[in-house]
């Protein structure tokens, strides 16, 4: 182990226990928080990156500290910002059979296509509508994250036709969003065809998940520190 790894690797290991950990107060369970994993790989790159910097008039020892803490208060940021966006989005889309997964610092609301468009159509139904009101309501509120939206399906049928069709799905999404006041800027739009599949296409089932749109959600990082120190 190198020198400047044993300097920061314990101030790493102190804040990934003391900040990843929060107590469940239902069950008194102690678990780990998506915005304290954020603090404390933040705190490591910092610390690294603090201990290998310099001039030499300060101490590695310093430096490292002073790079872990700056590391800390982003990585933490960041994850703070993505767990409010979470939890308004998990409230939003509750009962609209719209799922709403963590991955990382990333949000993924999965659409299936039973929810959004009728067979054959790129034509969102009324229930979609409604739900992306939703959804574009707390993407206005958090402006810092860019908007991924990708459309998918099965692979009955021609491989073109299924590429045109989610394409067109992906565009039907996103343009909704964009006449409900998401920036377009924001948006980016992309179909996958049937290249993409969740699941097995050699049953009903599977080939209902691989029906779907996902709309990524990823935080624009320099945005959100530079709004924090504003």
Do not use: W
């Amino acid at each position: 182990m190198t020198k400047p790894f044993r300097l920061f690797a314990p101030l790493a290991a102190a804040i990934l226990v003391a900040g990843c950990a929060t107590t469940d107060p239902n069950t008194g369970q102690t678990q780990r928080s998506k915005t304290g994993t954020g603090a404390a790989i933040g705190a490591a790159v910092g610390a690294a990156a603090g201990a290998l910097s310099g001039d030499g008039s300060t101490s590695r020892r310093d430096r490292a500290l002073i790079g872990a803490a700056v590391g800390a208060a982003a990585g933490g940021g960041i994850g703070a910002y993505m767990d409010r966006q979470e939890e308004q989005l998990r409230q939003s889309m509750q009962g609209t059979g719209i799922d709403v997964d963590r991955r990382g610092d990333d949000i993924v609301l999965n659409m299936p296509s039973s929810v959004t468009f009728d067979f054959d159509s790129s034509a969102l139904t009324s229930s979609a509508r409604s739900a992306l009101n939703d959804v574009a309501s707390v993407l206005t509120q958090y402006t810092d994250t860019r908007v991924n939206i990708a459309g998918h399906t099965d692979s009955t049928g021609n491989a073109d036709y299924n590429q045109r069709l989610s394409e067109q799905r992906a565009s039907a999404v996103g343009n909704y969003l964009a006449q409900a006041g998401v920036a377009g800027g924001r948006l980016n739009m992309t179909g996958y065809g049937e290249t993409q599949p969740v699941a097995s296409n050699d049953s009903e089932a599977g080939r209902a998940q691989n029906r779907r749109v996902e709309i990524t959600l990823s935080p624009i990082e320099g945005q959100i520190q530079q709004q924090q120190q504003q």
